[in-house]
C-alpha cells in the first residue's frame, strides 16, 4: 500500500485521539516498519490493518466502523491534495463514474506499483453501481471512500452494500440511489 494511505492514517489518528494514541499504536501492533512511513513509500498492508487493530482495541470500537471513518476522512483529505480529480465532476455520481478510467488510471501513471482496487461501474438515471474487487480486504475503505465522496458533493444519495462473492471484505457492490 503506498504510504499515504498510512501517513494519513496516523494524522487521523492524532486529530481524532492524539499523538500518544498514535505511538501507542505503534507500539502495540509491533509493525515491521516501526511506524516510520512517508508518503511515498510502499508498505504492506498487513501494517495497516495491524494498526487499525490496535486501534479497535485501545477505543472499543469495530474495525470496520474505523476503516469506514477513515476512509470518508481519507475522501476528504484527497479532495484537498488533488483538486485535478474533481474539475468537471458535478456531483458524486460523475465522479465516481471515473474512478477507474480517471482516477486509478492517472494514479498507476504516477505509481507503477501502486495496488488500486477495480471498479466495474453500471449507471442509470438514479442509480450507480459499483462493483470492488482487490487483492485486499478493504471493501470497508472503498464505502467509507464513497461515503466522503456522497458528502463532498452534498447530495441526497443512499449508499447500500452487498457482498460479493466470497471473498468478505476484497469484493462489494455498491448501490447508489439518488433520492427524491
Not at 478510467?101 to 442509470?124: C, M, N, Q, W
Amino acid at each position: 500500500m503506498k504510504g499515504m494511505i498510512f501517513t494519513e492514517f496516523m494524522e487521523m489518528v492524532e486529530a481524532t485521539w492524539s499523538l500518544d494514541m498514535v505511538d501507542t499504536l505503534i507500539d502495540r501492533s509491533q509493525v515491521a516498519s516501526g511506524g516510520a512511513y512517508t508518503s511515498v513509500g510502499s508498505y504492506p498492508h498487513e501494517e495497516f490493518i495491524a494498526l487499525v487493530t490496535a486501534l479497535s482495541k485501545e477505543t472499543a470500537t469495530p474495525i470496520p466502523d474505523l476503516i469506514r471513518a477513515y476512509g470518508k476522512h481519507l475522501f476528504g483529505r484527497f479532495a484537498l491534495a488533488y483538486p485535478r480529480f474533481f474539475q468537471g465532476a458535478s456531483g458524486a455520481f460523475r465522479f465516481l463514474s471515473g474512478i477507474e478510467s480517471v482516477i486509478h488510471a492517472d494514479v498507476r501513471k504516477l505509481y507503477p506499483d501502486a495496488e488500486t482496487p477495480t471498479f466495474e461501474v453500471e449507471r442509470g438515471d438514479n442509480t450507480l453501481i459499483l462493483t470492488y474487487f482487490s487483492e485486499h480486504p478493504f471493501a470497508d475503505l472503498a464505502h467509507g471512500l464513497i461515503d466522503g465522496c456522497v458528502a463532498h458533493f452534498g447530495e441526497d444519495i443512499e449508499v447500500r452494500r452487498e457482498a460479493v462473492a466470497d471473498l468478505p471484505g476484497a469484493q462489494a457492490r455498491f448501490i447508489l440511489t439518488r433520492k427524491g
